[in-house]
């Protein structure tokens, strides 16, 4: 849909969601009014639930900042509707703060007990997010029945610019429908690494909000705002970060990797030599060389050229990480992200 601002039907339509708690069920907003309801879904002011058919209204502040920057890319006939764009939502977004509780409060802790509720809430907050997900999903496979409908967000969010990195357990590698997810989504530029060592769900939105589990089980959420508990939260999933493996995702779904670097170079570079070496036996140009691994540890994640070796050899069949990282473990129960 071209960048718009929402006409009268649809702010009408989107108060009325917010009216009866800002989620309602997809067939009774269409049934109301089925244009402003699918064009709502399309400017992103209503998030269409697929696992339970419901929409769910998210924070116009942020889809007001994305029209902005949509009408404003879109040359200077547009540029005078986009200055006024977040003005023209702001009676909204107050229908908004007045429903979430935020006018004349600063909110550090809420704790939600309510497994719809959790992903209702994570909804909103992430409609809000511009820059980064941080994601610690504990356990082996994903859930099937949202892993589509996260797949293509995901990618939507990608496209936007956004930094998606998720850490798993080593349980995800044996799951085929996990691994492609992987796959196809790494591909499209999120990253992922699997951690063999106990961790705590945990999702983290632009360091700003977090959202860890309240009791076990995960079926109660605790959304964290204060600063300094979130920068401790973004510390620790740094440092698990930091030790969790690379996995060629691309290599385990059975895909070829697609790095437009010579296939002989790859093979050399797996063998140990240096880059020196490598430009003496290719007859290349250290340049090139050096032009041609930078890609490689992009596309591999690789910190050093250490690392990187070990990630070719994994490429071609050998271990992608050295052996004193190990494997095992599964789970089920998670967040939507």
Same mark, same amino acid.
């Given at each position: ?21 800002? =989620? ?7 049934? &109301? ?11 992103? !002011? !209503? ?8 929409? #769910? ?88 029945? +949202? ?18 990195? #998720? ?5 995800? !590698? ?66 698990? @970060?930091? =030790?969790?493996?690379?996995?060629? @995702? ?25 880059? =020196?070496?490598?430009?003496?036996? !290719? ?29 070719? =050899?994994?490429?071609?069949? +050998? ?5 004193? +990282?190990? #494997? ?6 998670? &967040?939507?992200?």
């Amino acid at each position: 849909m071209t960048a718009r601002l929402p006409n009268e039907a649809e702010r009408r339509l989107y108060r009325e969601v917010l009216a009866r708690g800002g =989620r309602v069920p997809f067939r009774e907003a269409v049934a &109301w009014d089925r244009e402003a309801a699918r064009n709502l879904v399309a400017l992103g !002011l !209503l998030v269409h639930f697929e696992s339970d058919e419901s929409l #769910t209204a998210v924070n116009p502040r942020a889809v007001g900042a994305r029209l902005s920057a949509e009408l404003r890319a879109d040359a200077g006939r547009r540029l005078a509707e986009a200055e006024r764009a977040a003005a023209h939502l702001d009676g909204m977004a107050q229908s908004f703060d007045a429903l979430s509780g935020r006018e004349g409060r600063s909110p550090v802790v809420r704790h939600v007990d309510r497994m719809e509720e959790i992903r209702h809430r994570v909804m909103q907050i992430e409609s809000e997010t511009a820059e980064e997900i941080l994601a610690a999903q504990p356990g082996g496979a994903r859930p099937v029945t +949202r892993m589509s409908g996260t797949r293509r967000h995901n990618e939507r969010a990608l496209a936007r610019g956004m930094r998606l990195r #998720t850490l798993y357990q080593p349980g995800a !590698l044996t799951d085929p429908a996990t691994v492609g997810y992987a796959a196809e989504l790494s591909a499209a530029g999120e990253r992922f690494k699997v951690l063999d060592e106990p961790f705590q769900r945990m999702l983290i939105f632009d360091r700003r909000t977090a959202v860890i589990p309240a009791a076990p089980g995960d079926t109660s959420a605790a959304f964290v705002e204060d600063p300094t508990v979130v920068a401790l939260l973004v510390e620790r999933f740094e440092r698990d @970060w930091a =030790r969790a493996e690379q996995v060629d @995702w691309q290599a385990l779904a059975g895909r070829p990797r697609e790095s437009g670097v010579p296939p002989e170079l790859t093979g050399l570079l797996a063998a140990g030599l240096t880059q =020196r070496a490598i430009a003496s036996r !290719l007859g290349l140009s250290e340049r090139t060389v050096a032009s041609h691994i930078a890609r490689l540890r992009e596309l591999y994640d690789a910190g050093t050229l250490f690392q990187l070796g070990w990630q070719l =050899r994994g490429a071609a069949g +050998r271990p992608t990480a050295p052996p004193e +990282r190990g #494997t095992a473990r599964t789970g089920e129960e998670e &967040w939507d992200q």
